[in-house]
């Protein structure tokens, strides 16, 4: 069996960064020839098929369309590094979900990640430079140290937000609505 990091990135799109991560990937691979980055999204644009093939990827890059969800929780559960360069999003369910499992978030460093960021739970990228975001995927693919102390801090800060009743949750929920329309009277 070959050993292999994955490298998972959900959604595609240019404000989802795909572009970012693939240029991402072809460095990685100089580093880590075995690492596979996997693509999930509901639709595939061509452009980055062509992309891939322009890159010379195909054989470590695997796009999946229209995963069941609990397809995608069990591909992100095994996954070495959740990459999410989007700058369209920051924060996000893929974001969470990915440190629930205690897999290592890397992400583009926009304001709704500042406090995660800050405390060294998700590892931020301030550029949309390829070869940054490559850089902290290869440091923690080959520091599995890092990667641990990630990880644990990571689940350690969500575990709040995802383990409580569903009473709770809802008071969130509504506490939430008051809060946006309280801005907006």
């Given amino acids: 069996a070959r050993e292999f990091s ?3 990135v959900v959604g595609i799109g240019s404000s989802k ?15 880590n020839p075995n690492a596979v980055m996997i693509l999930l999204s ?3 644009d061509p452009k980055y098929v062509r992309m891939i093939k ?9 796009f999946l369309e229209s995963l069941p969800r609990d397809h995608v929780l069990a591909l992100l559960s095994r996954s ?9 999003e920051g924060f996000s369910w893929a974001v969470a979900e990915a440190m629930a499992l205690g897999v290592p978030v890397i992400a583009y ?3 709704s990640l500042r406090e995660a960021v800050n405390k060294g739970i998700v590892i931020g990228v301030r550029t949309m430079d390829p070869k940054d975001y490559a850089r902290e995927c290869i440091s923690l693919t080959t520091n599995e140290k890092l990667k641990g102390e990630l990880a644990q801090k990571a689940e350690n800060y969500i575990r709040p937000f995802v383990l409580f009743s569903e009473k709770k949750r809802f008071e969130l929920i509504c506490h939430n609505i008051d809060q946006v329309l309280s801005t907006r009277r």
Wanted: with cysteine.
């Fill in 42 to 44: 509901k639709t595939i």
């Fill in 6 to 8: 994955l490298i998972m």
């Fill in 109 to 111: 460093a926009n304001k």
């Fill in 17 to 31: 960064g795909t572009y970012i991560a693939l240029k991402a990937h072809k460095y990685i691979l100089e580093k």
């Fill in 80 to 88: 070495s590094v959740f990459l999410c360069p989007s700058f369209s």
């Fill in 54 to 62: 322009e890159l010379k990827l195909k054989d470590n890059v695997l």
